[in-house]
């Protein structure tokens, strides 16, 4: 059984920065491709970003240039560095993880954290 465990979050203003953690127990973290998700009010979830095995990096154009993706498997963690907040990036930030390659799917993920809540103020 793999169990994720977001960390970081909280409030912060426009223009500003916050990195959240993900602190992996179980077995194989290495094979897993690790991604971020988020969820604002009254929004489906959405693709943040995700590292691949390999660590090859993925990332929508919403976040390009502003979020950051890493891991250090020998800490099974894995690392959002978030610059430039917007507050349209206010919502619960999720951490999850895939056997796949390169999911950018909710469906391709397997294990999910519980959240973290991110709140970008104006």
């Known amino acids: 059984q793999v169990q994720l465990v977001e960390s970081g979050g909280g409030l912060a203003q426009a223009g500003g920065s916050l990195r959240l953690s993900c602190a992996v127990s179980?077995?194989?973290?290495?094979?897993?491709?690790m991604g971020w998700f988020r969820q604002g009010p009254g929004k489906e979830r959405e693709f943040v970003c995700a590292?691949?095995?390999?660590?090859?990096?993925y990332y929508p154009d919403s976040v390009k240039g502003r979020f950051t993706i890493s891991r250090d498997n020998a800490k099974n963690t894995v690392y959002l560095q978030m610059n430039s907040l917007k507050a349209e990036d206010t919502a619960v930030y999720y951490c999850?993880?895939?056997?796949?390659?390169?999911?950018?799917?909710?469906?391709?993920?397997?294990?999910w954290g519980q959240g973290t809540q991110v709140t970008v103020s104006a």
């Open positions: 590292i691949s095995r390999t660590q090859i990096t």
């Open positions: 999850a993880a895939s056997g796949g390659l390169a999911p950018r799917f909710v469906g391709e993920y397997d294990y």
């Open positions: 179980g077995r194989a973290f290495s094979r897993y491709t």
